[in-house]
């Protein structure tokens, strides 16, 4: 009986290999698991493995289970560097084995596999300081986003010299595609920082802090922001003119009308020096 | 001397383009015969990637080599993912297109691994009629390159290399030969190297891979993470006396050392490569 050869159809095949390679636990649970031996019973599997001279059938298999995990901790730190960082290997590792319960990989494409991490941070079970943990995941990846999305054309001085005094006011001024505003509750781009730089990352606080991300000359960029100047950008990303992207600034802002307004400027102008915009659009 | 089946030119010695290689590359434009990219690295990104690519295939040929296309599954073909791979090739006038004799998925899951086929008629038949698809799509002939392997099945009943021999006939495409690979099987499967090598049809070979592997004692590993070793170049000679030698390429995936080194090691391949032995008079 153990040297008849079983046959085993393609699709069937497959089904079973595949939930033996992505089941979380021992290479012996996996394939006596109730999902890998739907496919093919535990006593099947052993039939339908050939040992080699110095490997088993369970650690032949257990081969491809371990490089599986091993090559997707390692593509998602690519995109999660201070993600892995903050909760060290074991809990990343760990991390990472029951997100892939989770989300699964749908796609040929490894970039698709970090997208729904942020989202499992905020509803997974046992997630340590959730909340910082989720800014830090969305800023990671809004940054590999950002490496990715195309080439717009930059806002030259020329193009912001030609725009005449009067229609400053009505114009609305284009974002390039590589750029995002971020709004967080703790210090969390010290913290990415700490990690690129690879210095002791802070402690992690509650802080209100601003942030863009944009990308320039194809490299990525971070820039903190004031308050005030936040609250003006993020309503020129959401359409405003600029008159009303400045009234509703100074109407948030503690300073003064007077100080806003002379710093707008300077903003405006450090702004357009780093590539933030594409296009003034006048009426 | 022999040719491929396409006459696709005999590009010479090249290596896998890799990040860490970039600025040797701009900067020094090095004086290499050709470069064969990940293609899927470049397909679904706007940024400095394809920037970068654009750049290189202005100067060097390009040849493309994909991890996902996924030919043995039993899922449906990935049309926009053919569509786009297709793209790229025009984009970079790719001499060629090759992936993997193997499958990465099923159930729509991807685990993104070359998963060895079993050698059987059923799996023949379906991936002869998928590499026709393929082929059709893309407009060119498909070129497939044969795995390492950790695992056999007892469903298989022919060897790889007879799979090959029929499937490149039935199917009409191309052999990215391995060297390295056979080898690794053939460690881990105890078979004869020598064996596969004269196996494979001559006019089917366009390309050669070689590669470093790890060596665990009891399996090898198909890590791209060494030197070639001598076994491995004893069966490109081999080969070559058949083929009369083909483009050849070095992969060096993990550690990888600095460009020149790499370099060094395809160019090591000239002193192997020979005429053929025999002379194939009067057939
Ligand atoms: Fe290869």
């Given amino acids: 009986m153990d040297k008849e050869n079983l046959q085993v159809g393609l699709e069937r095949f497959q089904r079973w290999m595949s939930a033996a390679i992505m089941y979380k636990g021992t290479d012996n649970q996996a394939l006596k698991s109730t999902e890998v031996e739907k496919e093919l019973p535990w006593a099947e599997a052993l039939k339908f493995i050939k040992p080699s001279k110095t490997l088993t059938q369970i650690e032949r298999i257990g081969l491809y289970r371990s490089m599986y995990i091993l090559r997707l901790v390692d593509v998602l730190k690519i995109d999660f560097p201070s993600i892995a960082a903050y909760l060290g290997d074991d809990d990343y590792y760990d991390f990472v084995e029951r997100y892939l319960q989770v989300y699964p990989s749908r796609s040929y494409n490894l970039n698709n596999l970090s997208y729904d991490v942020p989202d499992f941070i905020k509803t997974a079970p046992k997630i340590k300081n959730r909340a910082f943990l989720y800014e830090l995941a969305s800023l990671e990846l809004m940054l590999s986003h950002i490496f990715n999305v195309e080439e717009t054309p930059l806002l030259t001085k020329e193009d912001v010299a030609a725009i005449t005094a009067e229609v400053w006011e009505t114009a609305k001024i284009i974002p390039i595609k590589a750029f995002h505003l971020f709004a967080f509750k703790h210090n969390t781009n010290a913290y990415l920082e700490a990690v690129q730089n690879e210095v002791k990352p802070p402690k992690v606080k509650k802080q209100d802090t601003w942030l863009a991300v944009y990308r320039r000359n194809y490299k990525l960029w971070r820039l903190p922001l004031s308050y005030d100047a936040y609250n003006m950008l993020s309503d020129i990303v959401a359409g405003k003119t600029l008159g009303d992207a400045i009234v509703n600034a100074i109407e948030k802002s503690s300073e003064s009308q007077e100080v806003l307004q002379g710093q707008v400027f300077n903003w405006f102008q450090s702004w357009v020096k780093e590539g933030f915009f594409q296009k003034i659009e006048t009426p | ?283």
């Fill in chain 2, 1 to 283: 001397m022999s040719k491929n089946r396409w006459n696709f030119p005999d590009l010479g010695y090249g290596i896998g383009l890799r990040t860490v290689h970039y600025p040797t590359i701009l900067e020094e434009s090095p004086a290499i015969d050709w470069f064969e990219i990940i293609s899927e690295n470049y397909m679904d990104t706007k940024g400095r990637p394809i920037y970068i690519l654009d750049k290189i295939a202005e100067k060097y040929p390009i040849v493309m080599h994909g991890v996902s296309m996924s030919i043995g599954s039993t899922d449906p073909l990935d049309i926009p993912y053919l569509k786009k791979l297709k793209e790229l090739a025009n984009r970079v006038k790719a001499l060629w297109v090759s992936d993997h004799l193997c499958w990465s998925g099923v159930a729509g899951t991807n685990i993104h691994d070359l998963l060895p086929m079993p050698y059987n008629e059923e799996s023949l038949k379906y991936t002869i009629s998928r590499v026709k698809q393929v082929s059709e799509i893309l407009e060119r002939p498909l070129i497939l390159e044969n795995p390492s392997a950790y695992i056999e099945f007892t469903s298989s009943d022919i060897t790889e290399w007879d799979f090959l021999v029929a499937l490149t006939k039935e199917s009409d495409c191309g052999l990215l030969l391995d060297v390295n690979n056979v080898y690794v099987s053939s460690f881990n499967h105890g078979f004869d190297p020598n064996e596969y090598i004269d196996a494979i049809p001559s006019d089917r070979v366009v390309q050669y891979h070689l590669a470093g592997h790890t060596n665990k004692g009891t399996h090898i590993i198909d890590t791209h993470s060494d030197y070639v070793i001598d076994q491995v170049w004893q069966l490109y000679e081999r080969s070559c006396q058949h083929t009369g030698g083909r483009a050849t390429l070095v992969e060096w995936d993990d550690e990888i050392p600095a460009f020149e080194v790499v370099h060094a090691e395809v160019l090591k391949a000239k002193a192997y490569r020979k005429q053929p032995e025999v002379a194939m008079v009067g057939v």
